[in-house]
């Protein structure tokens, strides 16, 4: 299935909140004819526009093809959450590479909020960073290793922005009966997610960066020299970066069996008052609960709640998006029942097996590859672009610490992936219910 057609209408951005109310990028007309550049980034998400500005400021002559909208993918879609470290907790990462390795990785995490928080104070980026993030505890089995938690990352780690919340803390601050404790980080925040990747594409523009809408790859020939070929265009380059994610399709088949697509669903609400925003959260931060299928929700600067989350079980969207994210959203809730929902849309993100991203080299190590964030993509795909201008400039350091990182294939030939994919979603959801 061609995950950037099967649902959603050519050169036009989904129906989200998010794309209610921007301005469209000028100068951003179809790649043309025979072009040469120091570096051709495929992607025009975070990390292919992060790629773009940061080369561009270093004075590369820097081509970006997007084979539709800028901001189109996940990266206009998501949940706007810009979260510290990994997609897994650091207990987890220090079992998996040791202490010294998981720091490194907490590191780049920390790194990449301060890089989103950094940028975002252009007068480029119409977006602003809301700091606060809450992590809710849907089972009161976890408030335990919250408690833990917390107090490992303030003494070993020195992260004094993380403090832990008791089940009458939560609960004043998330107003439901659904949570039972968890933490607090406000270094973390929450962002209009296409805004900023506007704001982004402004910033490589401004810099000098040549941006190209309306300009699917069709292939990539590896060499010293790599060509990269649109239906109307060949673009020679000494360096290409693939900055697709989940939509990367055939153009690399070694990522494509590292990450796979996946779908989520966000709606929004009507603007609502501030008393009932109030009786919902006490404070305008961001909360991702404990499911492993994740409910996710903040508040838009115009009262809107936006809600996250559900499965999906096939590549196509379903009928009824808001039918379906409403439900959970109730569940939480309740007080939002008579809230007229005006949104409702979908979105591709890349995730990997092991929930960590995957940074390679390809041909001759002229090509680059950074995707599969799992959901964490705001922070560490916008810092991926700042690293890899800094590997492409011969400043590899961060790029190694990354792509040493091994990112397990997915079992099975293609044909099967996607099915293996649906009975671990479901073994999972059924573990959140019980």
Same mark, same amino acid.
Not at 354 to 358: D, E, K, S
């Given at each position: 299935m061609d995950l950037l057609s099967a649902n959603d209408k050519a050169g036009a951005y989904p129906p989200s909140f998010y794309a209610s109310n921007i301005t469209a990028i000028a100068d951003t007309a179809p790649a043309q004819g025979d072009l040469s550049c120091d570096v051709c980034v495929i992607g025009g998400g975070y990390t292919g526009l992060s790629t773009a500005l940061h080369l561009a400021e270093r004075g590369y002559n820097v081509h970006l093809l997007e084979a539709q909208r800028i901001g189109f993918g996940a990266s $206009?879609?998501?949940? $706007?959450?810009? %979260?510290? $470290?990994q997609r897994i907790d650091q207990d987890e990462l220090e079992k998996m590479f040791g202490d010294d390795r998981a720091r490194e990785l907490w590191n780049t995490g920390m790194q990449a909020v301060e890089c989103v928080r950094d940028l975002s104070k252009s007068d480029l980026v119409h977006a602003e960073f809301h700091p606060g993030i809450a992590h809710a505890d849907h089972r009161a089995r976890y408030v335990? @290793?919250?408690r833990a938690y917390v107090e490992k990352m303030r003494t070993k780690y020195a992260y004094e922005h993380i403090s832990f919340l008791d089940k009458e803390e939560m609960q004043a601050l998330v107003q439901s009966q659904s949570y039972h404790g968890g933490s607090l980080d406000t270094r973390s925040g929450h962002i209009d997610p296409l805004q900023f990747a506007l704001g982004l594409a402004r910033m490589a523009q401004n810099a000098g960066a040549k941006l190209h809408e309306r300009s699917r790859v069709t292939s990539i020939e590896h060499g010293s020299s790599v060509l990269v070929k649109t239906e109307a265009a060949r673009i020679s380059a000494k360096y290409v970066v693939l900055a697709c994610? %989940?939509?990367i399709g /055939? +153009?690399?088949a070694d990522v494509t069996r590292r990450v796979m697509p996946i779908n989520n669903y966000i709606i929004a609400t009507e603007p609502l008052?501030?008393?009932? !925003?109030?009786?919902? =959260?006490?404070?305008?931060?961001? *909360?991702?609960?404990? !499911? #492993? *299928?994740v409910n996710y929700f903040r508040f838009s600067d115009d009262n809107?709640? +936006? #809600? %996250? $989350?559900?499965?999906?079980?096939?590549?196509? #969207?379903?009928? /009824?998006?808001?039918a379906q994210v409403r439900k959970p959203m109730l569940g939480i809730f309740p007080q939002l029942k008579n809230a007229k929902i005006d949104y409702a849309w979908g979105g591709t993100l890349g995730i990997t097996m092991? !929930? =960590?991203? @995957?940074f390679a080299r390809y041909g001759s190590g002229n090509v680059l590859s950074m995707s599969g964030f799992s959901g964490q993509g705001v922070a560490l795909g916008t810092l991926s672009g700042q690293i890899a201008a800094e590997a492409i400039a011969g400043q590899a350091e961060r790029f190694d610490i990354m792509s040493q990182i091994q990112t397990p294939k997915f079992p099975g030939i293609r044909l099967m992936r996607q099915p293996l994919l649906i009975l671990a979603m479901l073994w999972f959801s059924m573990r959140d219910k019980l």
């Open positions: $206009g879609r998501n949940g $706007g959450q810009v %979260g510290q $470290g335990q @290793h919250s994610n %989940g939509y /055939d +153009l690399n008052s501030d008393a009932v !925003r109030a009786s919902v =959260l006490a404070k305008n931060i961001a *909360v991702a609960d404990s !499911r #492993f *299928v809107r709640m +936006l #809600f %996250g $989350g559900t499965e999906s079980y096939s590549y196509k #969207f379903p009928n /009824d998006i808001a092991n !929930r =960590l991203p @995957h």
